[in-house]
């Protein structure tokens, strides 16, 4: 699983806004994200359109944070981006050349990507713009709050049926 470039560049975006409160143009924010201007421009415009930023027009504009940083989620705008990793129309979309999958019934792939999807809309859904607004330190430190990281770390259980 990778997160697409979208997700990424458009997060990093709203980051830049967040960081200058008086605003950006669309110039500042490719010069700081090494980005084209038409790239940065489309990614705020659906920053804009999801409500995350606004725009002033003028020798002033640019683009600012549509609401305070502490108001504006994170997982919300990483899944009007892109989405979410598993939806419930997930498995309808790849049914192979089947019209329906043929694991429908009983499924330990659905079961981990659900699971998968939980566990990140649980540390997503807690996140906000203000808490990304620090160090990647303080940062590493408050996810490691919300998510045991010594667990994930550990090599995963072993079905003695299967080796």
């Known amino acids: 699983m990778k997160l697409t470039s979208q997700e990424e560049y458009g997060l990093r975006c709203l980051l830049q806004i967040g960081r200058r409160p008086g605003g950006m143009t669309i110039a500042q924010i490719s010069e700081a994200e090494g ?12 920053l804009r359109r999801g409500g995350f930023v606004k725009s002033a027009r003028g020798q002033a504009g640019g683009y600012m944070l549509a609401g305070p940083p502490e108001q504006i ?15 419930p129309d997930f498995c309808g979309r790849h049914t192979g050349i089947e019209s329906m ?63």
């Open 35 to 46: 980005i084209s201007k038409e790239y940065a421009a489309k990614l705020l415009r659906l």
């Open 73 to 87: 989620n994170i997982g919300e705008a990483l899944a009007f981006l892109g989405g979410r990793i598993f939806d």
């Open 101 to 163: 999958c043929s694991r429908s019934v009983d499924c330990t792939v659905r079961s981990l990507w659900r699971a998968l999807q939980m566990a990140l809309d649980q540390v997503l859904s807690k996140t906000t713009l203000r808490d990304m607004l620090t160090s990647e330190r303080d940062m590493t430190s408050w996810v490691s709050d919300l998510v045991d990281v010594s667990a994930l770390l550990k090599p995963p259980h072993r079905n003695p049926v299967m080796q």
